[in-house]
């Protein structure tokens, strides 16, 4: 099975104290609708991080600093794997514009449920949700 390597911005509101997270709505394809982090995939020669700022600029008109990698999500979609690293990072300067997207949000810990995830998505939910100030109110 072809392994496709990609990128996904965790955009939140202030990385040392994160309380709402970006998603979008992919405008496109298969999956169209549902919910995911930005990013996309790495170039051959690119370090994620810079895969991952290109990215953002494409998609959404925005620089970005990229943070820490919060986790590698590994998923076996029906037609390829996919390896997907998932930075947390914030904005630095310019307005976030959806040039691919259908639409976007900015959820909080109580919001993060409440729209349909990407399959690869869901399981780095539960990781972001323990990372949300705000989200301790919930349990």
């Known amino acids: 099975m072809k392994t496709i390597r990609v990128v996904a911005a965790i955009i939140c509101d202030n990385m040392e104290a994160p309380s709402r997270i970006f998603a979008t709505a992919k405008g496109y394809g298969e999956f169209k609708g549902q919910w995911e982090f930005p990013g996309g995939k790495i170039e051959a020669g690119e370090l994620p991080e810079q895969a991952l700022r290109r990215e953002i600029r494409e998609?959404?008109?925005?620089d970005i600093e990229v943070g820490d990698l919060l986790t590698t999500i590994e998923y076996d979609y029906p037609a390829f794997h996919l390896s997907m690293d998932c930075f947390w990072a914030q904005v630095k300067s310019g307005e976030l514009v959806l040039k691919e997207a259908e639409a976007a949000?900015?959820?909080?810990?109580?919001e993060l449920y409440d729209v349909q995830w990407l399959?690869?998505?869901?399981?780095?939910i539960e990781m972001i949700e323990k990372n949300l100030h705000g989200s301790e109110q919930l349990h």
């Open 59 to 62: 998609e959404l008109d925005t």
């Open 105 to 110: 949000r900015w959820l909080t810990a109580n």
């Open 119 to 124: 399959p690869a998505d869901v399981s780095l």
